[in-house]
């Protein structure tokens, strides 16, 4: 059984492959930033392969998750884009932390923030609200605006 080839993605991988031939070949640096995909071995996260920031931003989407898998020194399971930063460690293993996971918890606490001080906005406008500040200066404790600050107190290793 013969499988259906799609010619234009290859010759798009070519292109990427030799876009990124001086990124590919130089040694990444512990501390910086990586677009790429990751690995599990031995419970740690190692790079398996990056791409260029102007690479990304050129390329289509799907051609640069073509592009991440074939390049990756590991095969890996998920078909994601992360950004990561890399860790040389003593053995000279390139160990990542991935940085999206704590970019999406904080977006979603920023998000769930934003909701809370509309609503409270919301309940100033009532009739009760404006005549009990009327009265005493400031709004009741339940109508408060929260402030960001300590939004991600509940992952303080206490």
């Known amino acids: 059984m013969s499988e259906i080839v799609d010619y234009s993605i290859i010759d798009e991988l070519d292109e990427i492959f030799e876009f990124e031939n001086d990124f590919f070949n130089n040694d990444k ?3 910086y930033y990586y677009i790429g995909n990751y690995s599990i071995l031995k419970n740690m996260l190692l790079l398996s392969s990056s791409i260029s920031i102007d690479s990304f ?5 799907n ?3 073509y592009y991440l ?3 990756s020194v590991l095969r890996y399971s ?3 884009v992360d950004i990561m930063k890399l860790h040389v460690n003593e053995l000279g293993f390139y ?3 991935i940085k999206t996971y704590w970019l999406r918890l904080v977006q979603r606490h920023i998000k769930k923030y934003y909701y809370e001080k509309v609503n409270i906005l919301l309940k100033r406008c009532h009739p009760r609200a404006q005549y009990y500040f009327q009265i005493y200066g400031k709004y009741p404790f339940d109508l408060r605006i929260p402030t960001i600050y300590g939004i991600l107190s509940c992952y303080r290793n206490d």
Do not use: A, I
């Open 78 to 80: 998920r078909r994601v």
């Open 63 to 65: 051609d640069v998750l």
């Open 57 to 61: 931003f050129k390329y289509n989407f």
């Open 29 to 31: 640096l512990t501390g």
């Open 95 to 97: 160990t990542v932390c």
């Open 69 to 71: 898998y074939y390049s």
